[in-house]
């Protein structure tokens, strides 16, 4: 079955550089079955170059299928070779990224560059296409200093046999800079016929409820990085469970949960524990910040190297937080 074909409205994992790899793909699937999950973007150019790199680039697990591999780049044959080597390693859909707005990537005409350069869009889309048989998607903005360009955009490449789009609701030029404007969104689902998802700024259930409108579903990507079990939370509202959207769970529990999620990074990681340990920081940084903990305790955090010290700090981060309570 297509990923285009779970039920709506559906709920995303948005691609995210760093962050969405294989261990947190699967951390989100088995929190939320139902979402689907985009790779973080990957280079085509890398993997057309070295197909023997295929298999660790793009591998999926059972357990976090569906997968959307999002490609980045700017040469319809790069794009044509790794989106085929990426549907072989068990893609189901292949995403290619237009609004990446990061300096280095539009100098080489790659990511939100590619929306200035539509031929080339164009070109892209139909080569993928052609070389694949899972669906092929495009990420963008809205434009690259104002939406006026979103809809002859989009209709191009949906002429070009574009099977969905998902909007992020900033510019180029806004980066992440002010609120996401979702209001082109909905301006473009009503011009195109293809699914349109909506992204930017969902950080709880009511807000995707309300910010859906005649959409086909939302991605989510800080939101998820910052509490995992968003995406389950707007799945319940999305299929009427009101209770449960709102539900908070212990942080007791989500530490056991967080653990598993370690284990589970180091046990898959293809280069060493220390590496994965390393990528772990990250999260653990974020969970210390949302939790809004002293100095102190921040430090073994940023220091992880081995399964046993994210252990520990998550310790930490539990007694910390229980005391924290105990005294508000
Ligand atoms: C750390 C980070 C990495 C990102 N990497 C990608 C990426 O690889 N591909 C992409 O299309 N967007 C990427 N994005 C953009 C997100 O997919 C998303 O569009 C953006 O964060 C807005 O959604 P949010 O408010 O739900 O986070 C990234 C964003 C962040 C914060």
């Known amino acids: 079955m297509s990923w285009l074909n779970v039920s709506r409205p559906m709920v995303i994992l948005a691609p995210m550089d760093g962050y969405t790899d294989p261990p947190f793909r699967r951390f989100i699937k088995h929190i939320e079955p139902r979402a689907v999950v985009f790779s973080e973007f990957l280079s085509a150019a890398l993997a057309a170059g070295k197909?023997?790199?295929?298999?660790t680039m793009f591998r999926v697990y059972d357990d976090e299928r569906p997968v959307v591999i999002q490609l980045y780049g700017k040469d319809p044959d790069h794009f044509?070779?790794?989106?085929?080597?990426?549907?072989e390693q068990g893609a189901a859909g292949i995403d290619i990224n237009m609004g990446c707005p990061a300096k280095k990537v539009v100098a080489h005409r790659h990511g939100s560059a590619l929306m200035r350069e539509i031929d080339l869009a164009c070109d892209i889309i139909r080569s993928v296409k052609a070389a694949v048989s899972v669906p092929?998607?495009?990420?963008?903005?809205?434009?690259?200093?104002?939406?006026?360009?979103?809809?002859?955009?989009?209709?191009?490449?949906?002429?070009?046999?574009?099977?969905?789009?998902?909007?992020?609701?900033?510019?180029?030029?806004?980066?992440?800079?002010?609120?996401?404007?979702?209001?082109?969104?909905?301006?473009?689902?009503?011009?195109?016929?293809?699914?349109?998802?909506?992204?930017?700024?969902?950080v709880t259930a009511e807000q995707a409820q309300a910010k859906l409108g005649n959409l086909d579903g939302v991605m989510i990507g800080r939101g998820a990085v910052s509490d995992p079990w968003?995406?389950?939370?707007?799945?319940?509202?999305?299929?009427?469970?009101?209770?449960?959207?709102?539900?908070?769970?212990?942080?007791?529990?989500?530490?056991?949960?967080?653990?598993?999620?370690?284990?589970?990074?180091?046990?898959?990681?293809?280069?060493?524990?220390?590496?994965?340990?390393?990528?772990?920081?990250?999260f653990l940084v974020r969970l210390h910040k949302d939790l809004g903990l002293s100095p102190e305790v921040r430090r073994p955090a940023v220091q992880v190297a081995t399964l046993e010290d994210i252990e520990r700090v998550l310790d930490l981060f539990l007694d910390a937080s229980q005391e924290l309570s105990s005294v508000v």
């Open 230 to 282: 968003l995406l389950q939370r707007v799945c319940d509202g999305f299929a009427g469970n009101v209770g449960a959207a709102r539900r908070m769970l212990p942080f007791s529990h989500k530490v056991k949960a967080w653990k598993r999620f370690a284990q589970m990074a180091v046990a898959t990681n293809p280069k060493s524990e220390r590496h994965a340990c390393q990528a772990f920081r990250k």
């Open 136 to 202: 092929v998607t495009v990420k963008t903005r809205l434009g690259w200093e104002n939406d006026r360009n979103l809809i002859p955009f989009a209709l191009r490449l949906q002429d070009c046999g574009l099977d969905a789009i998902t909007i992020h609701g900033r510019t180029y030029s806004q980066k992440f800079d002010g609120e996401a404007d979702w209001l082109p969104i909905y301006a473009l689902k009503d011009a195109l016929s293809i699914p349109v998802f909506g992204n930017g700024d969902l």
């Open 51 to 55: 197909p023997s790199l295929a298999p």
């Open 80 to 87: 044509c070779t790794a989106a085929r080597l990426a549907e």
